[in-house]
Antibody, heavy 119, light 107 residues
Framework: EVQLVESGGGLVQPGGSLRLSCAAS????????MNWVRQAPGKGLEWVSY????????NYADSVKGRFTISRDNARNSLFLQMNSLRAEDTAVYYC????????????WGRGTLVTVSS | DIQMTQSPSSLSASVGDRVTITCRAS??????LAWYQQKPGKAPNLLIY???SLQSGVPSRFSGSGSGTDFTLTISSLQPEDFATYYC?????????FGGGTKVGIK
């Protein structure tokens, strides 16, 4: 069974940093592109970042470019998102989601982790 | 960036009804479109990819159609477990973008 489990969310002050993790199991992690997608309270879905299977291609939404860094460790079946200079508008549930290599859809999703940016 | 526009933003329907949701892309995305279902407090779930391909395990009452800029998600006979919010997503190019969502409620 495919499982994606996010961790690392919490309450952080504006300007602060947080590192999210996503532990994957039940599938061949190195064969899947990985993404972070977020959802602000009561709002729709927003794609945040993408990393290819071998980390050679990385993309970010303009709203987080220069502040967030995505990375992965295929040996540990793990995905990460380093979030710096956090703003109130970054408050959201952050989902990790994977898609088969070569495609940009999200086949599987984690349950999400809540990030709240507030003083 | 490719803008995705869904309509309607919400609808009310009864069990057994045929429901249609539309999604329009701001430029030609051929068939690079996916549909997701999201229930309250849960992660989204992939229903349709490549505009019309049914994801494994998804009931056959769900179907997708369209190409270019105009797409449709159809639920042939609405079931109680289908009351949820539905999102389209273009899988054509970065930045990946979603429609604003369509909430399907009980009439």
């Amino acid at each position: 069974e495919v499982q994606l489990v996010e961790s690392g969310g919490g309450l952080v002050q504006p300007g602060g940093s947080l590192r999210l993790s996503c532990a994957a199991s039940g599938f061949t992690f190195s064969n899947y592109n990985m993404n972070w997608v977020r959802q602000a309270p009561g709002k729709g879905l927003e794609w945040v970042s993408y990393i290819s299977t071998g980390s050679s291609t990385i993309n970010y939404a303009d709203s987080v470019k220069g502040r967030f860094t995505i990375s992965r460790d295929n040996a540990r079946n793990s995905l990460f998102l380093q979030m710096n200079s956090l703003r109130a508008e970054d408050t959201a549930v952050y989902y990790c989601a994977c898609g088969l290599s070569g495609y940009y859809r999200f086949d599987y999703w984690g349950r999400g982790t809540l990030v709240t940016v507030s003083s | 960036d490719i803008q995705m526009t869904q309509s309607p933003s919400s609808l009310s329907a009864s069990v057994g009804d045929r429901v249609t949701i539309t999604c329009r892309a701001s430029q030609d995305i051929t068939s690079w479109l996916a549909w997701y279902q999201q229930k309250p407090g849960k992660a989204p779930n992939l229903l349709i990819y490549a505009a019309s391909s049914l994801q494994s395990g998804v009931p056959s009452r769900f179907s997708g159609s369209g190409s270019g800029t105009d797409f449709t998600l159809t639920i042939s006979s609405l079931q109680p477990e289908d009351f949820a919010t539905y999102y389209c997503q273009q899988t054509h190019s970065f930045p990946l973008t979603f429609g604003g969502g369509t909430k399907v409620g009980i009439k």
